[in-house]
């Protein structure tokens, strides 16, 4: 049927010969090109039913020499022939073909233009193939550029980032490392976009080679940096997208919908980590094994599902290419083979950390045996040494190696650290610049990504250091590294709990990348390496005073981002019945939620600026929303209830929601989409709703005030009789507190915590310190042992500090329910309240 369409354009109507274009379509898009007696332009992209036109005036493509500024373009060559046109299954081409009518070194014997589209789908694409009669080489091609109407705005672009074009249309190169510009032809300027040089960034010097000189209003280019014709003197261009937007949808969301066509479907994958456990580190017993047994034991009775026990940096011989060491490993291989057998005999997968360029390992033996390192630029100088991934003796060797050993031992995951993809040395097959160096080894490392998928289609895909969050990275990874420290606590703002801090970390860094709404990653937070759950005997990420509900309040904010890479660097050997309780039940919980998890949103401020955040996902008509409040009193959390937090139903339906953490009980509010979500949050309170179509038929839960009197810097304070399990005096000191009293005598302290300010691991600083960061000192004090008693506190000072009651007070209501997939209703019968009394 596609065939026939194409021909009748072609060939069956003379008024369309006569005008001399073509019309390339489907059941949803067009493309028509017109033919100005020497050369076919593209004229307009358009939707069949004709209401979303998007007239241009096209180079079609355009060749930047080495040297110079001079360029080339569609005018500098002539038609030969009539256009191809052809079908394979549900793809429709045309192909043409041109010759050059001047000479230049960079100027192809050949040139051809394919043109396609897939019946069904909203979008066209193209590519080029530059044919030549000898070595040549091209700094930067553009595989599209036109000028649109200077009515037409343009939003987004960058490396790796499609044009969005007056909210109808969408267009880039579906390749990581593709560069767009838009608006003038120059924008947005190399690492200009919001979330760009933040955490532990990439960067690739461009040496102002994208920028072109003549810019020109309403100019869209997109352009990648090809270098040397290898192989057969030919250099393929990636291949360019346009795409309309759909009915009742947004440009963003509209785009999302494509990269489902493209990328590595949404998977879940748990898994066990080694790299902060000892006995799991020693390879060469059961140790890793043995650790599988202790989970097995205490997850199995919860329905939780471990998918793979990972060995991280450390399993290898250094000085080789990928062997293993012989001090875990004396059979090589075969035993890797053993312990993967062993691991799938008791019921668990396995997966192995590798770095695709030998980072970690011994580059000065790599030279001894003829590999060739990578020449890193500046700013990957300052980190380790790494193989060149591009150069023929390395490549070629990696290439046949990482995906035989995925498939020899059965891997389950690779976890793919440290990707530099930077090389600005001679004789690795590029030209010695760090533009060419940087798509070369890209090339090669997608090479590697795809040889491995072949051989192993199962296989789980992780890229972490120094990526960069392009959404096409999805066709080659099922996740991808947040770019933060490897772990860490935010003490930026005050908070009493280790665990808590630990989660304003990691939550942090995703607002500074994902928090702005007006420009932020199209990759979804779903699909972010965030480094995990810790939980070990060296006591990391926790203080000896964080309880129960700091750790369910910490597990559930990982879960709740939906991380679908769920890392547990947890040792059994530090865990309780409760910790297991917790921490399982919300795995539970999460999978039960997984497809409205899959599309969470950041929404909120700043979380370590005191901001109420939290994550809202939605599958259809039901949501769920992880949310915290940073600070002691209770604020308000405004969520869009639009596409751009992920909601695409019709507006004024009417929403419910059910808190089912850290009580169970229905949210007192009735929502309506297309106005805001608006939820109040206690102090320091972490809560989880449901949300779903209906009407609220909650009443607030009503809770006795806490009456207090101030006299002379002396605090009178009845506290409340029906208190129980927490009621703290908080005491916040900007920067120090005062000595408190109460009744006259000085009191224990019960938990102290104190700023550590911008403490950002130094590889993953840029971008991140808050400006707005001040010392402080933070103590709280139990008043438990006071319920009902009327109280006087004495503060050693008059300023500089603030004082709340936080209170968990009862309520009268239902008991909980329970089950493997319902999250702990850890405080179900109270209510928390926080009153500042000074």
């Not at 790299?275 to 097995?296: Q, T, V």
């Not at 060797?397 to 440290?418: G, R, S, T, W």
């Not at 090479?447 to 990526?467: C, D, F, G, H, S």
């Amino acid at each position: 049927m596609m065939k026939r369409t194409i021909l009748a354009a072609l060939m069956a109507v003379p008024s369309l010969l006569h005008a001399q274009q073509i019309v390339l379509k489907n059941d949803q898009i067009k493309r028509t090109l017109s033919f100005d007696g020497k050369v076919w332009r593209t004229t307009e992209f358009s939707n069949i039913k004709g209401d979303k036109r998007l007239p241009v005036k096209s180079e079609e493509l355009n060749i930047l020499p080495m040297t110079g500024d001079k360029t080339y373009s569609i005018t500098d060559f002539r038609v030969q022939g009539k256009p191809a046109v052809s079908t394979s299954k549900d793809t429709s081409f045309i192909v043409i073909t041109y010759t050059p009518v001047i000479k230049a070194d960079a100027i192809p014997a050949l040139l051809r233009i394919k043109y396609y589209l897939v019946k069904g789908q909203p979008y066209t694409r193209k590519t080029i193939t530059l044919i030549y009669d000898k070595m040549a080489t091209v700094d930067r091609l553009e595989v599209e550029r036109f000028v649109t109407d200077q009515t037409q705005t343009a939003e987004g672009g960058g490396r790796g980032e499609p044009v969005f074009i007056n909210n109808q249309w969408f267009t880039g190169l579906e390749y990581p490392a593709g560069y767009s510009r838009h608006t003038d032809g120059n924008t947005p300027k190399d690492y200009s976009r919001y979330y760009e040089k933040v955490g532990n960034y990439s960067y690739i010097d461009l040496d102002g080679r994208d920028i072109e000189p003549h810019a020109q209003k309403g100019l869209t280019r997109l352009m990648h940096f090809p270098g040397y014709t290898l192989p057969n003197f030919q250099i393929e261009s990636k291949t360019a997208m346009m795409g309309v937007v759909q009915e009742r949808e947004t440009a963003p969301t509209a785009f999302m919908h494509y990269m489902t066509t493209m990328w590595k479907a949404p998977r879940s994958f748990l898994h066990f980590n080694n790299w902060f456990e000892p006995e799991a580190k020693d390879l060469k017993g059961d140790g890793l094994l043995n650790i599988w047994r202790a989970f097995k034991t205490a997850i199995t009775p919860y329905g939780v599902k471990m998918d793979a026990m990972v060995a991280d940096d450390g399993w290898q011989e250094r000085k080789s290419i990928w062997e293993p060491s012989p001090k875990y490993f004396p059979n090589g291989y075969a035993d890797v083979k053993v312990l993967s057998d062993k691991l799938s005999h008791e019921g668990v997968g396995f997966g192995l950390w590798l770095s695709l360029n030998g980072y970690t390992n011994n580059i000065d033996w790599g030279l001894e045996n003829g590999y060739k390192e990578a020449k890193r630029n500046k700013y990957f100088s300052q980190y380790g040494r790494n193989y060149s991934l591009s150069a023929t003796k390395y490549k070629t060797e990696v290439l046949q190696k990482i995906p035989a050993i995925a498939k020899q031992v059965n891997a389950l995951y690779y976890k793919h650290d440290f990707n530099v993809l930077s090389d600005m040395d001679e004789g690795n097959n590029h030209p010695a610049t760090d533009r060419h160096g940087h798509e070369a080894t890209l090339d090669a490392a997608i090479e590697i990504l795809t040889a491995t998928r072949k051989m192993n289609p199962a296989i789980y895909q992780n890229l972490t250091n120094w990526v960069w969050f392009s959404p096409w990275w999805l066709m080659y990874s099922d996740y991808l590294w947040m770019l933060a420290g490897d772990d860490g606590t935010n003490g930026n703002w005050p908070e009493i709990s280790t665990r808590a801090m630990a989660s304003t970390d990691r939550d942090t860094y995703i607002w500074r990348m994902f928090g702005n709404p007006a420009d932020r990653p199209l990759v979804p937070i779903s699909r972010l390496m965030t480094h995990g759950i810790i939980k070990n005997s060296r006591g990391m990420m926790e203080s000896k005073e964080d309880n129960i509900q700091d750790w369910a309040e910490y597990v559930l904010m990982h879960y709740g981002r939906g991380t679908l890479l769920k890392e547990w660097y947890i040792s059994p050997s530090v865990m309780k019945p409760e910790d297991w309780k917790a921490l399982c039940t919300v795995d539970g919980w999460a999978k039960k939620h997984l497809a409205a998890l899959t599309n969470t949103v950041f929404v909120g401020g700043r979380p370590d600026e005191g901001n109420a955040y939290g994550y809202i996902g939605w599958d259809g008509e039901k949501g769920v929303l992880v949310a915290r409040n940073t600070q002691a009193t209770t604020q308000k959390l405004i969520i869009p209830f639009d596409q751009s937090a992920g909601f695409k139903g019709l507006a004024g339906q009417s929403y419910k929601g059910s808190v089912v953490f850290p009580y169970q009980d229905t949210y007192p509010v009735t929502f309506t989409s297309g106005k805001n979500i608006e939820i109040e949050l206690p102090g320091y309170a972490t809560m989880a709703i449901e949300l779903e179509r209906g009407t609220s038929a909650g009443l607030k839960k009503e809770i006795a005030p806490i009456p207090f009197t101030i006299n002379n810097g002396v605090v009178q304070v009845t506290v409340p009789a029906t208190i129980k399990g927490r009621c703290d005096l908080l005491v916040i000191g900007r920067p120090e507190t005062p000595a408190v009293k109460i009744n006259g005598d000085t009191v224990m302290v019960l938990r102290s915590n104190k700023g550590r300010l911008n403490n950002f691991a130094g590889y993953a600083k840029s971008g991140m310190p808050s400006e707005k960061a001040a010392a402080w000192t933070m103590y709280t004090f139990d008043l438990l042992p006071y319920a009902g008693k009327n109280i006087q506190i004495e503060f050693s000072k008059v300023a500089g500090f603030e004082s709340y009651i936080l209170a968990e007070q009862v309520v009268n209501v239902p008991a909980a329910r329970a089950g493997n997939n319902i999250l702990w209703a850890i405080t179900n019968n109270t209510r928390r309240q926080t009153v500042r009394i000074f």
